[in-house]
């Protein structure tokens, strides 16, 4: 079993030596293994974002309702980031059990 690390560092490697054992089953399983990897950190990633826009959503709120402002446009802007958060949380269980598999 090789290291996720290393499969992301150095695929060639990892590719020759399979090729060299002439195993195809596991050339294939290797495709398989980087691309679920990928997506796992592509929608991982995702996430991150929109948490991220979610704190500086809410640092705005705080900064306008203590300048007095109107807030109404920032609350909706922070009504949608739970519902894009959810939804990359429904594809992320997929792209993680394929990541740890």
Avoid: F, T
Avoid at 10 to 17: G, Q, S, T, V
Avoid at 28 to 55: C, F, G, Q, T
Avoid at 73 to 78: C, G, K, S
Wanted: with cysteine; glycine share 0%.
């Amino acid at each position: 079993m090789q290291d996720i690390k290393l499969i992301r560092e150095h695929p060639a490697l990892i590719r020759r030596d399979l090729e060299k054992r002439n195993d195809q089953e596991k050339l294939n399983l290797l495709h398989e293994v980087i691309e679920a990897d990928k997506e796992w950190r592509h929608l991982n990633m995702e996430i991150e974002k929109l948490r991220h826009s979610r704190n500086q959503i809410s640092l705005q709120i705080n900064q306008a309702k203590k300048e007095g402002k109107d807030i109404s446009e920032i609350v909706q802007q922070a009504k949608i980031l739970p519902e894009c958060i959810e939804a990359a949380h429904q594809r992320y269980p997929d792209a993680a059990s394929q990541h740890s598999a």
